[in-house]
């Protein structure tokens, strides 16, 4: 490789900024451009120096994460290369990091050869995923698909709501019992309960209990209430 890969980095612990420039200052073709300790510093590295390959932390000590500033980063400099380099494994870090535009991801107890050779095939546009990522994204990737479907069932079912069962079931979903709503719209009980009875059967559910629970995992009367 021939090319100087010009890069930089951003970790709210500056001991792992030195420490990187310190192991890759020992690699040819590889030139240092400038570091970042949180996300505003970040930004301005990029503004400065636009590099090929940004090492991004994912989680800071601070309101923003490194996660929630890719796109910000892409769109100073689209040729920036991100590559996520952190000590947190969990799968939703992991698969927001690529939805938002990261280009990789390692891990900060990986070796610097390995390190090096990730920067490398970013840089190259030869990057293989490790088999770990390559399968958190795809059971990620099904889980929003099936978490798609069921939205989608459930707003069918509620758009076809009378204007008395969706009054109700909004209700139940913000926490009222059958009889707080029965005395704040001046009906009995028992008419609360029927269309209650109304509503789970047409959900097929078990109980209304079951539906305010995939309601709510899933924000969907949000969408109604706009």
């Known amino acids: 490789m021939n090319n100087i890969i010009r890069w930089a980095i951003c970790d709210d612990a500056d001991y792992i900024c030195r420490n990187f420039q310190l192991d890759l200052s020992t690699y040819d073709n590889f030139k240092f451009e400038g570091k970042a300790n949180n996300t505003s510093e970040c930004l301005n590295v990029i503004k400065n120096t636009k590099p090929d390959i940004l090492l991004l932390d994912i989680q800071m000590q601070e309101e923003k994460t490194g996660i929630d500033i890719i796109p910000e980063i892409k769109s ?117 309960r029927t269309h209650g009875s109304r509503i789970i059967k047409k959900f097929n559910a078990k109980s209304m209990d079951e539906i305010v629970k995939a309601i709510n995992e899933l924000n969907v009367m949000d969408l109604f209430d706009k």
């Open 76 to 192: 100073i400099s689209p040729k920036t290369k991100v590559i996520m380099v952190t000590s947190f494994e969990d799968s939703e870090y992991i698969f927001n990091a690529f939805a938002n535009g990261a280009d990789n991801y390692v891990s900060k107890t990986e070796n610097i050869d390995f390190i090096v050779k990730t920067i490398i095939n970013v840089y190259n546009n030869t990057s293989v995923l490790r088999p770990e990522i390559a399968q958190i994204l795809a059971n990620k990737s099904k889980q929003v698909a099936n978490m798609q479907k069921s939205m989608l069932y459930l707003i069918e079912i509620i758009s076809k709501l009378s204007t008395s069962e969706y009054m109700i079931f909004k209700a139940v979903c913000l926490g009222k019992t059958y009889k707080q709503i029965a005395s704040e719209n001046f009906i009995d009980v028992s008419t609360v």
